[in-house]
């Protein structure tokens, strides 16, 4: 699929495993996400922009490379989304961090929002949203929409686990934003849960079922 990445790294395919196995407790569940979301937002940067200086290492003067300042902002869709952040802050820490707020409601599947705080100068970072489900891609749709009314030009989506419906669907609304996610599994069920996915990754976070 278009503007898709599977990112299919040994490394990030077993801890997945682990992440949707439901023996897994919250502590683990929480410390795989980071894991995994740091490993991810590897790939996710590697278009970053170097720029040459120079430096002057014990030995000579020399040019390396640096990155050339683009700023990131990093957006989780609450709450799941929290849970992927502090992976990527550790390789990015002066990424600035914008939340979003939105919850699935149970009988329509739509998503709600209910809080929205981002950096003022979101147009001029390159943005990663980070959700670790796209399911029927409404939230994610949504939480793009919105970063892009408020101003954002450079967006990418980063999930743990999609499903065929949600990247269908979010490609569809936004043909501009970059989708990369740890796995495509099969479908959606009744409940637009993602089958095998992992339940919902909100409770298994925090702990909240
Ligand atoms: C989950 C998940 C996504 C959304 C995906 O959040 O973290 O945000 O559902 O579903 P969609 O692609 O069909 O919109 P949920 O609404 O359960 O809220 P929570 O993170 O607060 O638990
Ligand atoms: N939200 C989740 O947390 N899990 C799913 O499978 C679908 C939506």
């Known amino acids: 699929m278009r503007n898709v990445t599977l990112i299919d790294h040994p490394l990030i395919q077993h801890k997945l495993s682990l992440i949707r196995d439901k023996d897994t407790g919250a502590k683990d569940f929480r410390e795989l996400v980071e894991e995994v979301a740091m ?8 278009g970053m922009q170097l720029e040459q200086i120079e430096i002057e290492t014990p030995i000579c003067k020399t040019k390396a490379k640096v990155l050339a300042g683009k700023k990131v902002g990093i957006v989780p869709i609450l709450r799941a989304g929290l849970g992927m952040v502090d992976g990527m802050l550790k390789l990015i820490p002066a990424a600035k961090v914008g939340h979003i707020g939105l919850y699935r409601d149970p009988e329509t599947l739509k998503p709600v929002e209910y809080y929205c705080k981002l950096p003022p100068d979101i147009g001029e970072r390159d943005i990663i949203v980070t959700d670790p489900m796209l399911a029927t891609g409404g939230s994610s749709s949504d ?28 490609t569809e609304q936004h043909p501009d934003v970059e989708i990369f996610t740890a796995a495509i599994d099969e479908r959606l069920n009744d409940h637009g849960y993602i089958v095998p996915g992992l339940g919902d990754a909100g409770d298994r976070l925090f702990g909240t079922k």
Do not use: H, S
Request: aromatic share 6%; charged share 25%; hydrophobic share 45%.
């Open 39 to 46: 490993l991810m937002c590897y790939e996710v940067t590697r």
């Open 143 to 170: 939480a793009i929409t919105l970063l892009k009314r408020k101003g954002a030009k450079n967006i990418k989506l980063m999930c743990l686990i999609a499903a065929p419906e949600g990247l269908k669907y979010v």
